[in-house]
């Protein structure tokens, strides 16, 4: 069976980048990256902090994590509820013993539902991500402009609503996002975004609505990867989290800053079998003095303070 010749056509398939948000860089050519305060390594712990509806939606595409036997599916759906109840009290705790503050990256419907859980977190001084409305809120290509606005534009104005802060960032289910959402972004008054994995350092995106910048949260070290789907311990999550820093340390020091992130997810590590691991990671690495613990927007600031 052969190919119809439309489906090879791709208008913006060119030399270089195959969209004009930003130009090819090369990672090692790039003048040095300087903290704020001189550190090799800053490491972006982000927590996502997420409601999945009991009937899941499969338009454009089911989220990673959802629903998944017949309904009622009170066997994922309770183990994800174990997140909000007990598994982000954890993690905010395990910070919290070392003074560091983190960004949440949170579905509306959680700041809605769950207006005690988001106090709790805004008191503490952490930072809150907008996460789309709830795990239905999904993005992809051939979304309707109107209908993702409303989507993103509610996913800000209920935090903002909820905690009386409008969040800064954004991060799209499963980091998919369509041709058009880095300029609804800016339109909605995002700061930055972290969908694109492309760096290890944040990238600025030109848009039809003006510049946004990109903070890269990269699946690959996500412990919903990690530990859920390549079914690795959370001694070995540690260990790869661990490997990371050192190799990142080493390059810093001819190359300038670098930056790592801690990607967790409450029903995953915040269970009692995983949390004591955890908690030795976070401790081992704020001890470092090369070392320090950033939220999305202190680093966005920092990056900014660099380029200038």
């Known amino acids: 069976m052969s190919l119809d010749p439309e489906y090879l056509i791709y208008l913006k398939r060119r030399e270089g980048m195959d969209h004009d948000f930003y130009p090819y860089s090369n990672f090692f050519t790039r003048p040095k990256t300087q903290w704020a305060n001189g550190e090799k390594l800053l490491i972006w712990p982000v927590v996502s902090l997420e409601y999945f509806p009991m009937v899941p939606s499969d338009d454009p595409f089911r989220a990673p994590g959802h629903m998944q036997t017949a309904y009622p599916d009170y066997r994922h759906y309770t183990a994800r509820e174990y997140g909000t109840r007990i598994g982000i009290y954890r993690l905010l705790d395990a910070f919290e013993k070392c003074g560091i503050t983190i960004s949440i990256a949170m579905n509306a419907a959680v700041a809605e539902r769950y207006p005690e859980l988001a106090g709790d977190i805004i008191s503490a001084g952490h930072e809150i991500i907008a996460h789309s409305v709830d795990m239905n809120g999904t993005i992809a290509g051939g979304m309707d402009e109107e209908v993702e606005r409303r989507l993103i534009i509610h996913s800000f104005d209920t935090i903002e609503k909820a905690t009386g802060q409008r969040p800064r960032g954004w991060l799209s289910i499963a980091r998919s996002q369509s041709f058009n959402t880095p300029w609804l972004l800016v339109e909605a008054g995002a700061k930055y975004m972290c969908d694109w994995g492309n760096d290890e350092v944040p990238n600025r995106f030109d848009t039809q609505s003006g510049p946004t910048t990109n903070i890269p949260l ?79 927007a202190s680093l966005l600031k920092q990056w900014e303070s660099s380029c200038s």
């Not at 340390?249 to 691991?277: D, K, M, N």
């Open 218 to 296: 990269n699946h690959e070290l996500s412990d919903r990867q990690i530990i859920n789907v390549q079914q690795h311990s959370i001694d070995s999550f540690a260990e790869q989290i661990r490997d990371g820093s050192d190799w990142l340390l080493t390059e810093a020091g001819e190359h300038g800053g670098r930056l790592l992130l801690l990607q967790l997810t409450p029903y995953i590590s915040g269970l009692p079998f995983r949390i004591g691991v955890l908690e030795r990671l976070i401790a081992d690495l704020s001890a470092n003095p090369d070392i320090r613990f950033a939220t999305g």
